[in-house]
């Protein structure tokens, strides 16, 4: 079992829908998640963070985790074209000093106007 | 503003050749990390580096030799290139060790080994 998965996708969805990207993890004593985004051909830039279970929002973006069930989401309110990139999401394993993070391989998103 | 940069952005040798990819900011940022990036992977760390002469391995060292003489840069050396090594290869830094601390990527560099 890999230590973060996603589903690789496609997802396609049409523009001002929600789109809803899933990540599970292994390692049950991890402490914090990250979202990043990255354009075809580009680096990652980190989107959000989360550590407390529950959600956090930001702008059109919310994070979602779950400890209990090793669950970490990231939701998009009204998908723009934009948006079009794959997510990945990251993982801080022990010793969590956040140097060693662990990525899934993303899910690409396409958002189609 | 140059923030981060990479060097070369492609990249094109032959197996048993060495290679160093050059990373630089301009930040002071403490840590300074390399990644690969290949299909189905996502992003794997080789080394990371907490602050001048103090480096250490991440999840696939075996391969790469890095330094860090000064702040400001962090040369990934392959000292003996295998075609297995073929990737993208994406250098970060980060102020501090904190959750709040972002970590922010260059723009990559593309190694072939032929």
């Known amino acids: 079992q890999k230590e973060v998965e996603q589903n690789s996708g496609p997802l396609s969805v049409p523009e001002g829908a929600i789109a809803s990207l899933n990540c599970t993890y292994s390692?049950?004593?991890?402490?914090?998640f990250f979202w990043y985004r990255q354009y075809s051909g580009k680096s990652p830039e980190l989107i959000m963070f989360?550590?407390?279970?529950g959600d956090k929002e930001d702008g059109r973006f919310t994070a979602q985790l779950n400890k209990a069930s090793q669950y970490v989401s990231l939701l998009i309110r009204d998908s723009q074209p934009s948006d079009s990139a794959t997510y990945l999401c990251?993982?801080?394993?022990?010793?969590?000093?956040?140097?060693?993070?662990?990525f899934g391989a993303g899910t690409r998103l396409t958002v189609k106007p | 503003d140059a923030g981060i940069t990479q060097s070369p952005r492609y990249k094109i040798t032959e197996t048993g050749r060495q290679v160093t990819l050059m990373c630089h900011q301009t930040?002071?940022?403490?840590?300074m990390f390399w990644y690969r990036q290949d299909l189905g992977h996502g992003l794997r760390l080789i080394y990371y580096s907490a602050a001048a002469d103090i480096t250490d391995k991440g999840e696939v060292p075996d391969g790469y030799v890095v330094s860090r003489s000064k702040t400001e840069n962090f040369p990934l050396t392959l000292e003996s290139a295998t075609r297995s090594q073929t990737s993208v290869y994406f250098c970060?830094?980060?102020?501090?060790?904190?959750?709040?601390?972002?970590?922010?990527f260059g723009p990559g560099t593309r190694l072939t080994v032929l």
């Open positions: 990251a993982v801080n394993p022990p010793p969590y000093n956040n140097n060693d993070m662990r």
């Open positions: 390692d049950r004593g991890s402490q914090s």
């Open positions: 989360i550590y407390s279970n």
């Open positions: 970060a830094s980060r102020r501090g060790q904190g959750v709040t601390d972002t970590q922010y």
């Open positions: 930040w002071s940022h403490s840590y």
